[in-house]
């Protein structure tokens, strides 16, 4: 068979900006769990998009609202209504559950996980000054060290990673960074003029840490003593993936807003939101932010049917009894090429043995194998497969890494 990989690696390559590192394989068609290359290979998809893609390639219900969608309206901007819009909002307010009645729950749809994680921000500070009584422009919110929030120019200020950071500033100010899992240096960094917390309930692009039993329920109890805002970026961890529909519903930690992204686009869209309290999300007044593609026809129409998905459990429950073969399969192999594994449900974190090989050569060897990953920070991989992966598929893709570390 004529290889029509190598030229589309040596094009791309040619013509696109150098801001990612891709593993050379052109994926041209996709299905589930797994895709096709340019040449007819398969291969298992355990990136799944970072969890844009937790219910896998084409979802037969989402593949439909879409669809059905592109026959109605597709775009309407803010400045009008239309019928995708109260319904998606709703059914965010029915998901996240955070408010009785019900209807004290806002939604602010955005379209990127940074918008949304800009979104909070900008919402907490306006609801500092106009709530709580911070002195303007004195606003400060408290961050977690090796947080991973987005891409743009405030998001890359607190972040403690060079890579992201150097060469980008000045500096948006106002953020105060405290070690992950340490409630008692958030204790210390917390003043009057807090305004939030901003934290990832595991943390995805540092590896997939999750934190210290008790971590959660502390900074919910530390916010609501200190009249913070406890903001749960649950980008990556929400919406299914860790055995739950939310990280923190683990420990039974509500926050007072949800930044939601990847996943709610169902993989064909993007798709985010805060979701938060009307006394919260309330402070913002006509014309003070938004976006032009926020909350479209066709985002909305999917983000239904992604919510509707995730109404039945049903995702929730692979996730917890295919994640818990996948976890006891990775422990299997410490001290065989793995220092930890780290993650909860069909998510983790897996330190490769840095004598045998860099977190990349893993992927690679890995992707010739037939099962696509992704590394993070030098030795570590991350394994992030679609719900809909079964049982044989994990083993499959288990095997292989054995293999691959052999
Ligand atoms: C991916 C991610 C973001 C940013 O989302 P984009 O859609 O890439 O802008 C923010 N926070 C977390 C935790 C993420 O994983």
């Known amino acids: ?41 398969r291969y298992l ?16 219900a989402l593949v439909d609202s879409a669809r059905k969608q592109l026959e109605h309206v597709t775009l309407t901007s803010r400045a009008f209504l239309h019928d995708q819009f109260g319904p998606f909002c709703r ?29 909070a921000i900008k919402v907490s500070r306006k609801w500092g000054y106009k709530v709580k009584g911070v002195p303007d422009g004195q606003a400060t919110i408290i961050v ?26 000045p500096y948006t100010p106002g953020f105060r960074i405290v070690p992950y899992g340490d409630l008692d240096a958030m204790r210390a960094a917390i003043d009057e003029t807090t305004v939030a917390v901003l934290i990832e309930p595991i943390q995805g692009e540092a590896g997939v840490l999750v934190p210290p039993l ?71 007044r006509p014309g003070e932010h938004g976006s032009t593609f926020g909350g479209n026809p066709l985002a909305c129409a999917v983000g239904i049917a992604v919510v509707d998905l995730l109404r039945t459990g049903e995702f929730q429950e692979r996730a917890r009894e295919v994640g818990a073969v996948l976890h006891s399969r990775l422990n299997g192999l ?37 099962v696509l990953a992704k590394d993070t920070h030098g030795s570590t991989i991350r394994l992030a497969p679609p719900l809909v992966v079964t049982e044989d598929e994990i083993n499959f893709a288990v095997d292989r890494l054995a293999e691959v570390l052999h």
Not at 346 to 361: C, N, Q, S
């Open 1 to 41: 068979m004529r290889n029509q990989t190598a030229p589309a690696v040596a094009e791309a390559e040619r013509w696109t900006a150098h801001n990612y590192h891709p593993l050379p394989v052109v994926v041209a068609d996709a299905d589930g769990a797994w895709v096709t290359d340019v040449d007819g290979k």
């Open 45 to 60: 998809d355990c990136l799944a998009g970072y969890s844009a893609l937790n219910f896998g390639h084409r979802h037969p």
């Open 91 to 119: 059914a965010l307010a029915e998901l996240c559950n955070m408010t009785e009645p019900l209807d004290k729950t806002m939604t602010l749809p955005m379209n990127t996980g940074a918008e949304a994680v800009e979104t």
């Open 144 to 169: 977690a060290a090796d947080n991973f929030h987005g891409r743009t120019t405030t998001i890359i200020s607190f972040s403690t990673d060079p890579d992201a950071k150097a060469d980008y500033g």
């Open 214 to 284: 008790g971590y959660l329920p502390g900074v919910r109890e530390l916010c609501t003593q200190s009249n913070v805002l406890f903001l749960a970026d649950e980008i990556q961890s929400g919406l299914g993936r860790t055995g739950e529909t939310f990280a923190c519903d683990h420990e039974g930690a509500v926050p007072d807003m949800y930044v939601l992204g990847k996943a709610l686009g169902g993989g064909i869209i993007p798709v985010s939101a805060v979701v938060s309290r009307a006394d919260v999300l309330g402070v913002l």
């Open 334 to 370: 410490i001290g065989k090429g793995i220092t930890a594994v780290r993650g909860r449900g069909l998510w983790a974190g897996v330190d490769i043995d840095p004598a045998l090989m860099t977190g990349r050569e893993a992927c690679e060897r890995l992707m010739v194998a037939g």
